[in-house]
Each structure stands twice: as C-alpha cells, then as structure tokens.
C-alpha cells in the first residue's frame, strides 16, 4: 500500500452554507436544508411556493440557494481531483477567481519549520515557489492578527510592499486578505486576493471568501502534511543516496568531488565548494572547486566567509552575497560566476573540533531556509566521518609508501611472510641475495625457496614459530639459486600485532661477503679492535687528516751483510718468520702495520683510530718485540744460525695520517716530523748501543714513566730544539732489569750533575755505575765526555747537547 495515499475528507456543507451570506429573510424550508434532509411535505410545500403567483423573493433566495450548492459542488470536485499542493492550490485559486471575480490571488500556508509562509505559482510547465516571513506585509498582518483585511487603496496602506509592483509591473488597487483556519480555528495560513474587477472587495466578499477557504482547510492541511512526508521521505532517500556515494569513497580527490556535488543535489544549489583545514600551514584548501577549472583554492583559514564559520562554528545563511562585506567579489570576476547567496556549515569531527567547511552557493529558485540548514547538518555529520576515513586512508597510504621507501633503501635484504609461511614481501636487496626475480618469490612457500641449499633457515623458522621468540645466525654461509656463495647475518623473528597476535614472520639477510673479505684484508694490519672500530666509525676513517699518532720504527742491525752470506730463499724465509712474529705483537696492541720497508717495520698507534694508551702502547710493543726476538734467536741458534739484532725508535707527535698515492692506486700512511724523528732514534740505538729509543713527546703521553732511564739531549736535522730521549728497560732480562732498576737512581744522579756542569763530580759517578756495570756504552760515553769538557769546558750558552753530537 502506498504509504502517501490521499484518504478522503468529511466536507462539513451545512456549515458553508449557514456562512454565505444571503439576502432578506430564509425561507423557513430553506433554512432546514442546513440542518437535515427535506421531508416530501417540505418539498411539496417549496414546489407550491415558486408555483404561486408571489413567488419572486422565494424564487431569488432559491437560485441563490442553488448557486451556493454549485460553488460548493466545485470546490467539492477540486479537492477529490487533486491531492499535491502544486496542483490544489492554484486550482481553488482559479474557483475562487470564478465566484468573486478579481485579477489576482495567492493562497499561503505556513511553514512552522521555516517561520515563513509560502505558496506555489503556475507559469506555463514550470511551478515555482514564494515565501516570505510569516510577519512581514499585509499577509503576515493578517496572520499574526488573525483579523481579515479588506483594503480600498493599497497604495495608502504602510504594510503594503510597492517593490512587488515594481518588479512586476503590475499595479495593486484593493486587496482582501483573510485568515485560513483549520476546524480547531488555529491559523494556518492566509488568502490574498488582488484588484476586484469591478468596484472594491466588500465585508461579504470577505465572509464567503473565509467560508470556501475555511471549507478546504482540511484538504489543505492534509495536503501539506502529505508533501511534508513526501519530501521527508525524498530527502531521506536521497541523503541515503549520496551517504552512499560518499561512504564508500576513501580517495581523497574523488571523495571532495562526490561531496560537493552530493551536497548541491541535496540542497538544490548551482555549486558547492568543500574546504579542508590544513594544520599543517593554518589553511583552508580544495582540491577542486565544483565548476570550476582550478586545481586547488587556498585562503587563510581565518579570512572571508568560510573563514569565519571556520573559526567560530557558526552558520553563515547570507541571503545577497553582493552585500555582505565577508564576500570576495573577485572569485567571481576571475570565474564568471554570479553568487546570490551563500549557505556556510562546519565541518566538526567526534570531538567537536572543526576540521572543514562546505559552502553552497546559489539555491535553485529562492534562498537557503532552515530545512536546508537542518539537512546540511545531518549531512555533515556524513562528510566529517567520510574526511577522517579518507585521511585515515591517505595516512596509511603514506605510511605504506614510507615503508616501501624503506624497505627499498635498506642494504639489508627483507624477507616478510604470512602466518602459513608464504612469502608477501621481498625488498631489492633480498632479490639480490636470493638471486631470483619478486615475482618468482611472492605468494611462494618459503620451503620452496630456501629448502634445497639454505635448510638451516626453514630450521630456524620451525624454532621461531615453536618458541615464539626470534633467532640469530652470524656470518653464515648462504647459497645463492645461481649456486654463488655470500656470508650472511640472518635475524628471523615473529611479526605480531598490538594484541601479541601473530601475523607472521620476518627473515632480515644482511650480505657481508665484502666486509668480510675487508676484515680478512685488514686483518694483517690492523688488531681485531681497531678494525671494528674502523668498520662502525661514521666517519671515513681513511680521509687524509692532521692528528696526533704514536710511530715505531724498528730495523735489523746488519741486515746487508747477513743477506751476503744468505742465498734469496734463506733470505725471504727468515724475514717471514721475523714479521710473522714482530707483526703479531704489534697487532696484539692495537697497532696499524704501515708499511715493510725492507727489513724495517713501521706501526702507527693512534691511526686511524686514537686511544689514550697509544704510547704506551708503542713502548710495550717494542718491549714485546725484542722480547719475542729472544725466543725467535734461540731457534735459530738451535738450528745454527746466526741471531738477528734490531733497533727501534718511537716517537709522538701530529701527523697526518690518510690516503696518500695516485688515483690507480693508493695507501694508508702517516707522514710528518715524528715518523722521522722514530727513523732517526731507531738509527741512534747504533751510536748509544740501546735497543729501544723514546723521544720525550712519547714519555710525555705515557700513564706510566717508571723504568726509564734518560740517555741523552739530541739536535735533529731542522730541529733548533734539542730533544730528550730515554731508554725502557723493560726489554732488559729478568736478573738485569732488577738490577738496572735499583742502580738507576745513580746514573739519575750522575746525569743531574752532568747537566750542572759538574763535570769532575759526574764522571766519578758514571765510572762508578760503569764499575757495576762495565758493558753499559751509555756510562762509558758520559764518563769519556766529562773528561773531555773537564779539560774543554763548553761555553756559556750549552744546552745540553754533546758538540760532536748526533746528526
């Protein structure tokens, strides 16, 4: 059953009739046709009476009678053939304008939603509307009064509003306006006749046209709530329509188009315009203005009319735009579109905080009313959960985009599966390590990649799945599908969500073939610690720069003539087994091997990577050194040949230290003062019969200075400055390093007096230190200088350094 049928409704006529006027005294029959059907005694008695020769008054008041029963049989057969205002209305108007003859009329009924009262006008095919508010002229008068109105001279009536005439160039003579009243006599809406044709409207015009009105108030009024239904029920289909063109829609630019044009639709209106709240620069934005070219508005969003609805949440109903102060006339100049008026409504999300503005622009046929601000505000409703879906949307978007940028930037080869582990997601590395195209490895079981030749990772992803933990593998071997080897570092561990559910798992394969094959280089010159530091240093450890190092030269006493007396192979064969044992302290103290030079060894402490304890470090090596040498002589003695002497020299100072070679080929190395002031103390071992020599810039950065004994003052070629160097004894035997240590305080005291130019004193204390220790060249030389300046004191300005000194 159609839920909007017209049911039928009494028609009261007895009650029509009683109020048309009729002239002189009822007939006493005519008066009970009111009231009751007639008796045939009735109706003979009315035949007799128009029979009878007097039956001239009888006869007027029966045809008037008879023409008040056709008016009421026409107004009967307009409210049975039409059920829609659009139809009804300007019907009774066309009966009315038969009875009381007049050029105009309007029937307005009121809107209790909108506060106005409207009417339907007929042009041809075309129904329009009017509404004005329920106070304003002569018919919101008659409404709020109640009191019908029948004016001789609308001109001369201060409620009369001339622009109408105007605008229509029609001229407004008299008018009656009365009241419509339901059957519980409330006001429903108002009658207003125009231009009587002849004459003015008189009082009975005005009661006859109050009795035909009244008489289809209830038709009225049925027909009204019937198109009230109607368009509740039309709005409600088609808010569901566009709620589900727009529900379903999380792209953002799709989604702003639906919108506007859903909203015009709804409303009525000739564009729409959605504005998005920027937070990001404080902006209003859209993408698309509807029927417009451009690709995205701008403005402020506390400027212009969705400025401010944006700012303080009001509605903006701005019935002429052209007026309003708020309004941008240069948007239209720039379009060509013409604004009339402008509905604004805020966009508030679940919290109430505004995160959009929709403005419509132009209603269709009038402007925006209440209803059209109650639908915008369910709509609205609709749009702020569909933006918040879509940002959600374009959010995960992004993040997904984020990711996948990560994913692809990463060195390290990402492998993601689900929880039956089928592979989802491989990333460029990963393809490189597996050696197999994306396509050949996502929606595979992992078994059906990894089983043949990489067991151990479908193992260890059996023992993750079990224990729910993640597994470790450091440099592992994994086989490549073209069968090529690399070194791997594989981490496996479970993906889960916030509620600890598994989702899946995730192989991280990181291919360390080239640092391994790096570490293993490096190896032979560098110690295990300062390689790792090199590797995981964030700078480039190999840039050529100024820094302070320790250097260490050492050198093989005789190695000429030693090779004189061995052939090539013996040669080769004995400098391997130095090295091999040399370069192993070396690196066991965190030393860099720079170079062979010969039979020469030069090692940096403090290059590329510098410790506190690099000179002492340098000092223990040299310590070690000859120490290692020991032991490497007694073989060679045990199998018959001869031992191998050496010197070292170390010395601390600034260097730089980097790259240093052509662009074909390049090496790491130290150069400056210091690596040659450690060449040339290396050198003066020969001259002081020492093993080690320390220059005091060593000494100076040393945690520990105990067992060393000063030698001499030197003056180094281009060196104005002497400098002091010492002697470690620590690379004495056992028995001799005792015994130096505790004869050390008298050669300390011996050299004090030597420094103070006691020369007779000092020597005496050198030959006794010399008594006790007759192989030591250091007392020999001091006691043979202090006899000779005994004799041949130097002058004044001696600074220490022996006049046939060092060079």
């Known amino acids: 059953m159609n839920k909007f049928r017209k049911e039928p409704v009494a028609f009261d006529t007895s009650a029509v009739l009683k109020r048309l006027p009729m002239s002189g005294k009822t007939f006493a029959p005519f008066s009970k046709i009111y009231n009751a059907p007639l008796h045939d005694g009735e109706i003979a008695r009315i035949t007799s009476a128009l029979s009878s020769p007097d039956s001239g008054d009888i006869a007027g008041e029966a045809a008037q009678l008879l023409h008040r029963f056709s008016v009421l049989l026409e107004v009967n057969k307009t409210t049975a053939q039409y059920s829609s205002l659009d139809d009804l209305l300007p019907r009774l108007i066309e009966v009315i304008k038969d009875i009381l003859n007049f050029e105009r009329a309007t029937l307005f009924l009121h809107d209790g939603e909108t506060g106005e009262l409207f009417s339907r006008l007929v042009q041809g095919d075309t129904i329009s509307e009017i509404r004005i508010s329920d106070d304003a002229g002569i018919a919101g008068c008659v409404f709020t009064t109640g009191e019908a109105l029948v004016i001789a001279d609308a001109y001369n009536d201060p409620r009369f509003n001339r622009d109408v005439d105007d605008n229509t160039s029609f001229r407004t003579r008299n008018i009656l306006c009365v009241p419509l009243r339901n059957k519980d006599q409330r006001i429903i809406g108002v009658t207003q006749l125009l231009n009587k044709v002849e004459g003015t409207f008189s009082q009975a015009d005005s009661q006859i046209l109050a009795a035909m009105t009244s008489q289809v108030s209830a038709v009225l009024e049925h027909a009204q709530m019937f198109e009230k239904l109607k368009i509740a029920h039309n709005n409600e289909l088609a808010m569901l329509e566009v709620i589900s063109e727009i529900s379903g829609n999380i792209d953002l630019d799709d989604l702003l188009a639906k919108i506007m044009s859903a909203t015009s639709k709804l409303l009525g209106a000739e ?393 074909k080929r390049m090496d790491y190395t130290v150069i400056g003062d210091h690596v040659n002031l450690a060449a040339r103390l290396e050198d003066a071992n020969k001259f002081f019969g020492t093993s080690i020599l320390v220059s005091e810039t060593t000494v100076a950065n040393m945690k520990s200075r105990t067992g060393l004994r000063e030698i001499d003052f030197l003056r180094v070629r281009g060196k104005n400055r002497p400098i002091r160097v010492y002697e470690p004894l620590g690379y004495y035997l056992e028995k001799e390093q005792t015994q130096m240590l505790e004869a050390l305080p008298r050669f300390d005291d011996a050299m004090k007096l030597y420094r103070d130019r006691c020369w007779k004193e000092a020597g005496k204390g050198f030959e006794e230190f010399l008594a006790d220790y007759p192989d030591d060249k250091v007392a020999g030389l001091y006691v043979s200088r202090c006899a000779f300046y005994l004799q041949k004191p130097p002058g004044d300005d001696w600074d220490g350094v022996w006049e046939s000194r060092f060079r």
């Not at 417009?292 to 019935?319: Q, S, W, Y």
């Not at 209803?371 to 569909?386: G, P, V």
């Not at 103290?589 to 402490?605: P, S, T």
């Open 271 to 663: 564009r729409s315009t959605l504005f998005i709240h920027d937070a990001r620069s404080n902006e209003l934005w859209s993408k698309v203005a509807q029927g417009m070219d451009t690709k995205e508005i701008r403005i402020p969003c506390d400027k212009g009319i969705a400025g401010e609805t944006f700012t303080t949440g009001k509605v903006l109903n701005i019935a002429d735009a052209r007026i309003d102060l708020r309004f941008n006339r240069e948007v239209d100049r720039a379009t060509g579109f013409t604004t009339r008026n402008i509905l604004c409504f805020p966009i508030l999300n679940k919290l109430g905080a505004p995160i959009a503005v929709i403005q419509v622009l132009n209603k269709i046929g009038g402007g925006f009313n209440a209803l059209d601000e109650k639908r915008l505000h369910a709509f609205s409703a609709q749009i702020a959960i569909a933006l918040e879906n879509a940002a959600l949307f374009q959010d995960m978007r992004q993040l997904k985009n984020y990711n996948e940028a990560i994913l692809k930037s990463l060195s390290n080869g990402v492998v993601t599966l689900d929880s039956n582990l089928t592979i989802t997601k491989v990333n460029e590395a990963a393809i490189r390590n597996i050696g197999l195209l994306e396509k050949q490895l996502v929606g595979k079981k992992v078994a059906e990649i990894f089983s043949d030749k990489n067991q151990w990772v479908i193992d260890s992803l059996d023992y993750v799945e079990k224990s729910g933990g993640s597994d470790y593998h450091a440099d592992t071997d994994f086989l490549r599908s073209d069968g090529a080897k690399i070194a791997v570092n594989v981490t496996i561990a479970s993906l889960v969500d916030i509620d600890g559910t598994r989702l899946g798992f995730m192989v991280e394969i990181e291919d360390i073939t080239d640092e391994k094959r790096f570490r293993t280089t490096m190896a032979r010159y560098l110690a295990k610690e300062v390689m790792d530091k090199v590797l995981h240093s964030a700078d480039q450890p190999f840039i050529a720069t100024a820094q302070e190092a320790t250097m260490l030269f050492s050198d093989i006493r005789g190695f000429t003539s030693m090779t004189e007396n061995l052939g090539a192979g013996e040669t080769v064969e004995m400098l391997n087994n130095y090295f091999t044992e040399m370069v192993e302290v070396v690196l066991r103290h965190n030393g860099l091997l720079d170079k062979y030079i010969g039979d020469a060894i030069m090692a940096v402490f403090g290059a590329p990577m510098s410790t506190p304890d690099d000179a002492d470090n340098a000092v223990k090596v040299a310590i070690e050194m000859l120490q290692a040498l020991r032991q490497l002589n007694l073989v060679r003695e045990r199998d018959g040949r001869s031992p191998i002497e050496i010197g070292i020299g170390i010395s601390t100072g600034e260097v730089v230290a980097g790259n240093v070679g052509s662009e």
